[in-house]
């Protein structure tokens, strides 16, 4: 497999934008009667990357201290978060395992796969130079290893079996802010041959074939998550908050807005013409907001900063074990400034679950 990985210089105009903005034991919850997933399946960037870019040449990595602070031991995976991420807060719920470990991971057992694997890769983006800037995998590269898993599916449990795992899981899918945020607006080299709105017509055009990919290959339950309102990343608001960090950048949420009803527009097109499909839009825009608006509503006190560092453009190698975290990051919304805490995480998914999970079966 070919990795998509730029030279140095590349990388270090990415991250140099990516800073300055940049018990299981049963479900959890209530499914309809006669109906389960066996497996959860995840593409995307760095929300659900549970380890995959440990081992790639690049710098978008969360695989050392404080990352991973509140995880078993204190011990960093390569999850962007200081201890679970949304993929395994889903495994859980749903009571199919308690965490959901990277395909790439080399402790990786049949019983694991079985049960579901993330392909996500922090700085992936549906537009191929998003992956290609932060030298991680592609969503070319993360369909690749998707086919690859279902070969070893069918080795070990064979392809009838295969056929039901892939035709029930539940099927993440977790991109879209990097191209925004990043390759975009940052780094700019799109905004030479594309104005935000056919920019968002890529993406969507990008996604959609993706989703097309993996129907194809039997998913059929695929909860596609839109953009967050992107201005209110504590980086974007340190890059592009006017000189006021405490607002929101408008410009950026706005963009978020645009893409997430074009995306909205084409789901709802995929799910009438696809057999059986189940693509479900999942607006992670809304709660996010509103959570940001209402902090104390959630128990929270901090959503401007993240608590790694000043949690104004610590992210990533910049998040790191010479600085200082915060005393309490239950109080906080985000852990660095580009992700939520675990916290925060949780209460996002538990909202989305009592939402969405329905819109499934």
């Known amino acids: 497999m070919k990795l998509s990985y730029s030279s140095s210089s590349s990388l270090t105009i990415f991250l140099v934008s990516l800073f300055l903005v940049a018990d299981h034991g049963g479900a959890r919850v209530t499914l309809p009667a006669n109906v389960s997933f066996p497996a959860v399946i995840a593409f995307g960037d760095s929300i659900v990357d549970q380890g995959a870019n440990n081992n790639l040449k690049t710098l978008i990595k969360a695989n050392f201290s404080p990352y991973g602070k509140d995880f078993v031991a204190g011990k960093p995976t390569g999850r962007f978060s200081n201890n679970k991420t ?35 890769s922090g700085g992936a983006g549906f537009d191929p130079q998003t992956s290609q800037l932060a030298g991680v995998l592609s969503f070319a590269d993360q369909l690749n290893q998707f086919k690859e898993y279902i070969e070893k599916l069918k080795g070990i449990v064979g392809k009838e079996r295969t056929q039901y795992i892939l035709a029930n899981s539940l099927f993440l899918l977790v991109a879209g802010t990097d191209d925004l945020a990043n390759t975009y607006f940052d780094v700019g080299i799109r905004r030479l041959h594309y104005n935000i709105s056919s920019y968002s017509n890529l993406l969507v055009s990008s996604a959609s074939k993706f989703i097309l990919d993996i129907y194809k290959l039997g998913a059929r339950r ?17 890059l592009s908050g006017n000189g006021h960090r405490h607002m929101c950048a408008k410009k950026f949420n706005k963009a978020a807005q645009l893409y997430n009803n074009k995306l909205q527009t084409e789901l709802k097109r995929l799910n009438s013409t696809l057999i059986q499909s189940r693509i479900v839009n999942v607006d992670i825009y809304t709660p996010l907001l509103s959570i940001i608006e209402n902090p104390q509503q959630y128990g929270l006190e901090v959503v401007d900063r993240g608590c790694c560092g000043t949690g104004t453009v610590e992210v990533a190698v910049l998040c790191n074990k010479f600085l200082p975290a915060c005393l309490d990051d239950s109080k906080y919304l985000f852990w660095d400034s580009y992700h939520p805490t675990e916290k925060g995480y949780n209460i996002l998914i538990n909202q989305l679950l009592g939402k969405y999970i329905n819109d499934f079966f």
């Open 222 to 238: 695929i909860g596609v998550f839109n953009a967050p309102p992107i201005g209110c990343l504590p980086s974007q608001r340190t």
């Open 86 to 120: 949304p993929a395994d807060m889903l495994v859980e719920q749903l009571g199919i395992k308690e965490l959901l470990p990277a395909y790439l991971d080399p402790s990786l057992d049949d019983k694991e796969l079985l049960t579901g694997v993330s392909f996500a």
